[in-house]
């Protein structure tokens, strides 16, 4: 087993031992293992650990990838710029992270028919952080309203990603209000599919599937580190 195999086993005895305590069913909690600035490798590995969710947050890095593992369902993941949603419109299954109306519009009309839906999340700012992407709850409450009708997009929940913070009840707190949310949006519209909560990384996935997430998106606990800067026991040039 490689190292990252040996992760993601590692993350699903979590997830089982998470939902025992919390009597959730273990799979009602889906892995996405985000491999931005990761190689075919390291995605080949985890398809080899049964890995089927990938996520991805830069388009040129993703491109690759997503081309070589066809069979491998792809989410994006993050801010999306307007001018790249005819991509990811028809290269991704889902995307966690809709934040305008120009954007969600922009989707639905370049998503090929024959792809089906476009599984779609709005990304709520629960942490009031200016530079952070993601709508406010009154509006995420309005833009979900305006999202409902698109044909090729699918609503299919809430994603948050809140400050980084070492109090787990802050973190707590926050998932709590994202799955509120979700449960006052799911009153208000016809949404059937709407009931997914893409919540919980690497620091806090335990708290987050505690409240409910039911997509935790983990990166650095299955891929290692991201950048490696080097260390004085891993000298950058030899001799
Ligand atoms: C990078 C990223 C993650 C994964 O973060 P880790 O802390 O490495 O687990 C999750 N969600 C989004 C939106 C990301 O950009």
């Known amino acids: 087993m490689t190292n990252i195999q040996s992760r993601i086993a ?17 799979d009602s909690v889906n892995l996405l293992a985000v491999s931005k600035t990761m190689g075919v ?16 947050n830069y388009l040129q890095d993703a491109i690759p990838k997503v081309s070589r593992f066809p069979g491998a369902i792809w989410h994006f993941v993050g801010a999306i710029q307007s001018n790249k949603t005819r991509d990811i419109a028809n290269r ?3 995307v966690h992270g809709v934040a305008t109306e120009k954007v969600a519009r922009r989707l639905s009309e370049q998503r090929e028919p024959t792809l089906g839906q476009l599984n779609c999340l ?13 709508v406010n709850p009154d509006e ?14 699918s609503l299919r929940g809430l994603m948050t990603l809140p400050a980084p913070s070492n109090d787990p009840s802050e973190q707590a707190a926050t998932f709590r209000a994202l799955r509120e949310l979700k449960d006052d949006i799911e009153s208000r519209y016809e949404l059937p599919e709407f009931n997914q909560l893409s919540m919980g990384m690497t ?5 987050a599937i505690k409240e409910g997430a039911t997509w935790i998106r983990i990166g650095t606990a299955i891929f290692g580190p991201r950048n490696l800067t080097p260390t004085p026991d891993e000298p950058t040039t030899k001799g």
């Open 92 to 94: 991704f299954s889902w």
């Open 122 to 134: 709005i990304q709520v700012n629960l942490s009031g952080e200016d530079q952070k992407s993601g």
């Open 41 to 56: 490798d390291a995605v080949q590995s985890a398809i080899q650990a049964g890995q089927e969710h990938f996520g991805e």
């Open 140 to 153: 995420a409450v309005r833009l979900a309203g305006r999202i409902a009708p698109l044909d090729r997009i």
């Open 10 to 26: 590692a993350i699903r005895e979590e997830i089982v031992n998470t939902c025992r305590l919390t009597n959730r069913d273990p």
């Open 203 to 207: 620091n806090d996935y335990i708290e």
